[in-house]
């Protein structure tokens, strides 16, 4: 399928992609508020900014708490260790 018919589906039938069951909520957010078809229910640039913001402080969150179960259920994993 053509990028133009894509986005004629997009315009006419409402239609878009699934969002991953894994996907961080703040960006499920920023998505799904950006695909409003009510262009006055869209957030702004202001607003987008703000929202990714609050996806980078979950993301940096998320690794940090990844990186610590990992550290304690695989100690040898350390980053610390493996750079020695």
């Known amino acids: 399928m053509e ?20 996907c961080l909520p703040s960006l499920s957010e920023i998505m799904t508020r950006c695909w409003q078809t009510n ?17 980078q402080f979950e993301m ?6 990844a990186r610590s179960r990992r550290s304690i259920t695989h100690p040898m994993m350390n980053d610390d260790i493996l750079n020695i």
């Not at 990028?3 to 894994?22: F, H, M, T, Y």
């Not at 262009?39 to 996806?55: G, K, L, S, Y």
């Not at 940096?60 to 708490?65: A, F, L, P, S």
Request: glycine share 4%; aromatic share 2%; hydrophobic share 40%.
């Open 3 to 22: 990028p133009l018919q894509v986005a004629s589906l997009v315009v006419k039938s409402g239609i878009r992609p699934p969002i991953p069951e894994d």
């Open 60 to 65: 940096m969150t998320t690794v940090g708490k």
């Open 39 to 55: 262009p006055d229910a869209r957030p702004n640039f202001t607003q987008i900014v703000e929202m990714i913001h609050v996806a």
